[in-house]
C-alpha cells in the first residue's frame, strides 16, 4: 500500500514539473544565437577645424585603437590632393565627473604618418582612397582603398609598417570585385559600385602574439555591380562580406565569403551604405555601422552580427535573382543612433575602445566631414556591456 501511494504521490509531482517547464517561455534559436549586448551612450566631442604639420585635419573615415599605447590611427580619405595620402595618432582623454560619468574632454592630434607605396614613394593625387583601418598584434596596420571607377582607382587592402607607412604586402582580392578596364572585351559589368567599395574593415584578434594567425573581415559598402538587384523596396542591397586569415608566414588566405543584407531605407534616403564593421572580442561575432542620408540629413544605425551558418557565397557569380537557398548573415539591431538626441553627422568609423574603470569596454564612433565647413568631425563614446 505503502509503495503504491509513493508511486502515486512521485507521479502527480512528476506531471506537475513537466507541466511547469512547459509553461517556461521558448528561445528561439535565433534568440539564442545573439549575445546580450547593450549601448549607452556617454556623450559626444567635436574636434575644432585645424591644421597639424601642414596637413588638414579631416576625413577621417576609420578609427583603431591600440590598447598597448592608448593611442588611436584614424585614417583620412584625402586622395592625396590637399597632403599626401595619411593617419593619424590620436590621444583622447576621458574625463569622469564626481557623479561616476564618462565622456571625451579632450583629443589631441599627436602624429601623422604618410603612406608609401612598395618603392617607399608617397601616393600620388587621385590615387588611392582609404577608408578602413586596423591595427594588427605585429604592429601593423591593415588599411583598405575603396576604389573609384570615375578615377580608375581599384579597390585594394594593404598591409603598412605603423612606423614608417610602408606598404608591406597587398592582400589578394578575388577578380569579381575588380572593375573591368574600359578598354576589355567584357560585355557584363562586374566589380565594385563608384565609390562603394571596400569600406568596412577589421581585425578579429583571440592573441596579442605577433606570430598568431588572426583574422581579417571586410565588406564593400554597397553591392557589386553584379549582384545589384532590380530596385525595389523589398529587396535589400546584397553585399558581399570577406573572411581572410593571417597567418605569420606566407600569403593571406580568404577562408569565406558571405552575404549580408543591408537594411532598406526610407523613400527620402539620398545614400545607403555598410560603413564599418568591428570584431568583438567573442570570436564569431562583429558590429556593423550602416550610415544614411537624406533630406532631413545622416542617420546610422549600430547592428550586431553573427559570423556564422552563412553560406560560403565565393562560388556565386552573382546574387541576382532567387537566393531562397542562400543563408545570410544574421543581425540584430543594436542602436538606432538617430535616437540620441543629437545632430549626427557623416558617421564612417568604429572601434572598441579602452576599457573603464568598472571594466565595461568602451565603443568610439567618428564622423567624416568630407573637409566642409559646415560639416564636423564627430566623435561618439559608448559604454558597450555584454560582450
Given at each position: 500500500?505503502?509503495?503504491?501511494?509513493?508511486?502515486?504521490?512521485?507521479?502527480?509531482?512528476?506531471?506537475?514539473?513537466?507541466?511547469?517547464?512547459?509553461?517556461?517561455?521558448?528561445?528561439?534559436?535565433?534568440?539564442?544565437?545573439?549575445?546580450?549586448?547593450?549601448?549607452?551612450?556617454?556623450?559626444?566631442y567635436?574636434?575644432?577645424?585645424?591644421?597639424?604639420?601642414?596637413?588638414?585635419?579631416?576625413g577621417?573615415?576609420?578609427?583603431?585603437?591600440?590598447?598597448?599605447?592608448?593611442?588611436?590611427?584614424?585614417?583620412?580619405?584625402?586622395?592625396?590632393?590637399?597632403?599626401?595620402?595619411?593617419?593619424?595618432?590620436?590621444?583622447?582623454?576621458?574625463?569622469?565627473?564626481?557623479?561616476?560619468?564618462?565622456?571625451?574632454?579632450?583629443?589631441?592630434?599627436?602624429?601623422?604618418?604618410f603612406?608609401?607605396?612598395?618603392?617607399?614613394?608617397?601616393?600620388?593625387?587621385?590615387?588611392?582612397?582609404?577608408?578602413?583601418?586596423?591595427?594588427?598584434?605585429?604592429?601593423?596596420?591593415?588599411?583598405?582603398?575603396?576604389?573609384?571607377?570615375?578615377?580608375?582607382?581599384?579597390?585594394f587592402?594593404?598591409?603598412?609598417?605603423?612606423?614608417?607607412?610602408?606598404?608591406?604586402q597587398?592582400?589578394?582580392?578575388?577578380?569579381?570585385?575588380?572593375?573591368?578596364?574600359?578598354?576589355?572585351?567584357?560585355?557584363?559589368?562586374?566589380?565594385?559600385?563608384?565609390?562603394?567599395?571596400?569600406?568596412?574593415?577589421?581585425l578579429?584578434?583571440?592573441?596579442?602574439?605577433?606570430?598568431?594567425?588572426?583574422?581579417?573581415?571586410?565588406?564593400?559598402?554597397?553591392?557589386?555591380?553584379?549582384?545589384?538587384?532590380?530596385?525595389?523596396?523589398?529587396?535589400?542591397?546584397?553585399?558581399?562580406?570577406?573572411?581572410?586569415?593571417?597567418?605569420?608566414?606566407?600569403?593571406?588566405?580568404?577562408?569565406?565569403?558571405?552575404?549580408?543584407?543591408?537594411?532598406?531605407?526610407?523613400?527620402?534616403?539620398?545614400?545607403?551604405?555598410?560603413?564599418e564593421?568591428?570584431?568583438?572580442?567573442?570570436?564569431?561575432?562583429?558590429?556593423?555601422?550602416?550610415?544614411?542620408?537624406?533630406?532631413?540629413?545622416?542617420?546610422?544605425?549600430?547592428?550586431?552580427?553573427?559570423?556564422?551558418?552563412?553560406?560560403?557565397?565565393?562560388?556565386?557569380?552573382?546574387?541576382?535573382?532567387?537566393?531562397?537557398?542562400?543563408?545570410p548573415?544574421?543581425?540584430?539591431?543594436?542602436?538606432?543612433?538617430?535616437?540620441?538626441g543629437?545632430?549626427?553627422?557623416?558617421l564612417?568609423?568604429?572601434?572598441?575602445?579602452?576599457?573603464?574603470?568598472?571594466g565595461?569596454?568602451?565603443?568610439?564612433?567618428?564622423?567624416?566631414?568630407?573637409?566642409?565647413?559646415?560639416?564636423?568631425?564627430?566623435?561618439?563614446?559608448?559604454?558597450?556591456?555584454?560582450?
Amino acid at each position: 500500500m505503502k509503495k503504491l501511494l509513493f508511486k502515486s504521490f512521485f507521479s502527480i509531482i512528476l506531471i506537475f514539473v513537466l507541466s511547469a517547464c512547459g509553461m517556461l517561455p521558448r528561445v528561439s534559436a535565433q534568440q539564442r544565437m545573439f549575445l546580450d549586448l547593450s549601448l549607452e551612450f556617454l556623450g559626444e566631442y567635436q574636434l575644432p577645424k585645424q591644421t597639424f604639420q601642414d596637413t588638414p585635419i579631416g576625413g577621417l573615415s576609420a578609427i583603431t585603437y591600440d590598447r598597448q599605447t592608448n593611442r588611436f590611427y584614424a585614417i583620412s580619405d584625402d586622395r592625396s590632393q590637399l597632403a599626401p595620402a595619411r593617419f593619424y595618432t590620436l590621444n583622447l582623454h576621458l574625463n569622469r565627473s564626481e557623479t561616476g560619468k564618462v565622456n571625451i574632454d579632450k583629443i589631441e592630434i599627436e602624429g601623422v604618418t604618410f603612406l608609401k607605396n612598395e618603392r617607399g614613394e608617397t601616393y600620388p593625387p587621385g590615387t588611392i582612397d582609404l577608408e578602413g583601418i586596423a591595427l594588427s598584434p605585429r604592429g601593423t596596420l591593415f588599411i583598405s582603398s575603396e576604389g573609384a571607377i570615375g578615377q580608375n582607382i581599384q579597390p585594394f587592402i594593404g598591409e603598412f609598417d605603423l612606423k614608417t607607412g610602408k606598404l608591406q604586402q597587398n592582400l589578394r582580392i578575388p577578380q569579381r570585385f575588380l572593375f573591368a578596364d574600359s578598354k576589355a572585351s567584357e560585355t557584363e559589368p562586374r566589380g565594385i559600385q563608384d565609390n562603394l567599395g571596400f569600406e568596412a574593415l577589421t581585425l578579429g584578434q583571440n592573441s596579442v602574439m605577433k606570430d598568431d594567425p588572426f583574422r581579417l573581415f571586410t565588406a564593400t559598402e554597397s553591392a557589386l555591380l553584379q549582384d545589384s538587384p532590380p530596385k525595389t523596396p523589398e529587396e535589400n542591397a546584397r553585399i558581399r562580406l570577406l573572411h581572410y586569415v593571417i597567418n605569420p608566414i606566407g600569403e593571406p588566405v580568404l577562408v569565406s565569403e558571405n552575404l549580408y543584407l543591408l537594411d532598406g531605407a526610407s523613400n527620402d534616403t539620398l545614400a545607403n551604405g555598410l560603413c564599418e564593421l568591428t570584431a568583438l572580442e567573442r570570436e564569431g561575432y562583429l558590429l556593423a555601422l550602416e550610415r544614411t542620408l537624406g533630406l532631413s540629413g545622416f542617420g546610422a544605425k549600430i547592428y550586431q552580427v553573427v559570423n556564422s551558418n552563412g553560406t560560403d557565397t565565393s562560388r556565386l557569380l552573382s546574387f541576382q535573382g532567387n537566393l531562397a537557398k542562400v543563408v545570410p548573415l544574421q543581425k540584430k539591431l543594436l542602436l538606432d543612433l538617430g535616437e540620441l538626441g543629437i545632430d549626427l553627422d557623416n558617421l564612417e568609423g568604429m572601434t572598441l575602445g579602452p576599457k573603464l574603470p568598472d571594466g565595461s569596454q568602451t565603443l568610439v564612433v567618428v564622423s567624416d566631414d568630407n573637409f566642409k565647413n559646415e560639416q564636423v568631425t564627430q566623435f561618439l563614446l559608448f559604454r558597450l556591456t555584454g560582450a
